[in-house]
């Protein structure tokens, strides 16, 4: 379990290869069941392989314990996963511990699961990165899109609330992973914290294939991997972000520019999905 093995310092990136297996980057909230402990420790799963994973938590767990939890995401099956402790490290630019973590009695069926689950992760991945290299082609403001993420023009209601206000409604119509631009009728100030809530559009999904079973070749070999139904329905989002500029005013409407400050990974895979379906829309000529 080399790859398990690994000093307080970062990890080496010449040894960051030198593993058994895959492993998928990650960020998604878990809640773990701790052998020894009376209440689930809340963190976040940082990686994952076939063989053992990586997360973040603010609670200090000794090296040897045991560990228990379930990979879910929403529509995908539950994959309860045990593991055993083997490594803690403490990163210099974030709060809390880092541990490595190696499974244990994973049955043939559970190993084919989570390795369709990783295959499922890199796909995703991909897709996102293939929506970001659609999206360069397109022209924005007389040059080319000059943001870390690809936003997409589409007008989507949400509702938002500042620090010590109450709520209100607004609209989002340049969304991307990273933040918004809003459009809203009160006068906010530089700097302001804002919690939003918004659903995406469904509508777009219809440019993805239905779900369905079939053979592809994964790092793992040959597999029977399923298909993703990226047709369901998004469900409601809540994030939280901060205005970072103040734009002319549109249609007596305030507009800002809002980025993102707490926004898990699903959340954003799911801005990515949306943003891809918009993409090959407009390919299509839909």
């Not at 040959?222 to 990226?230: E, F, L």
Request: charged fraction near 25%; glycine fraction near 8%.
């Amino acid at each position: 379990m080399a790859w398990l093995s690994r000093p307080s310092s970062a990890l080496a990136p010449e040894r960051a290869n030198q593993r058994r297996s895959y492993r998928q980057s990650i960020e998604l909230p878990i809640a773990v069941s701790v052998r020894g402990l009376p209440a689930p420790v809340y963190g976040t799963l940082i990686n994952i392989s076939e063989s053992g994973c990586r997360l973040r938590s603010l609670i200090l767990l000794d090296r040897n314990r045991l560990i228990e939890f379930e990979l879910t995401r929403p529509g995908s099956q539950g994959i309860k996963l045990r593991g055993r402790v083997l490594s803690r490290a403490t990163p210099q630019s974030d709060a809390g511990y880092e541990y490595g973590v190696a499974f244990e009695e994973l049955s043939a069926a559970q190993s084919d699961l989570l390795g369709r689950e990783i295959a499922e992760m890199q796909r995703r991945a991909a897709g996102a990165r293939i929506a970001a290299r659609e999206a360069a082609k397109y022209v924005a403001g007389g040059g080319k899109q000059r943001r870390t993420s690809v936003r997409t023009l589409y007008s989507v209601p949400v509702r938002y609330r500042p620090v010590n206000r109450s709520a209100a409604m607004g609209e989002a119509n340049d969304l991307s992973a990273g933040g918004l631009r809003l459009l809203c009728p009160d006068v906010l100030a530089i700097g302001s914290e804002l919690e939003i809530r918004f659903t995406l559009p469904s509508a777009v999904l219809t440019v993805y294939p239905a779900a369905e079973q079939r053979f592809e070749i994964t790092p793992f070999g040959q597999r029977r991997v399923h298909v993703p139904d990226n047709r369901r329905a998004f469900e409601e989002m809540a994030v939280r972000g901060r205005i970072l500029a103040r734009y002319e005013s549109e249609q007596s409407r305030e507009v800002y520019g809002v980025a993102f400050t707490d926004i898990d990974g699903y959340q954003r895979e799911e801005i990515a999905r949306f943003t891809h379906a918009v993409q090959l829309s407009r390919l299509r000529g839909n």
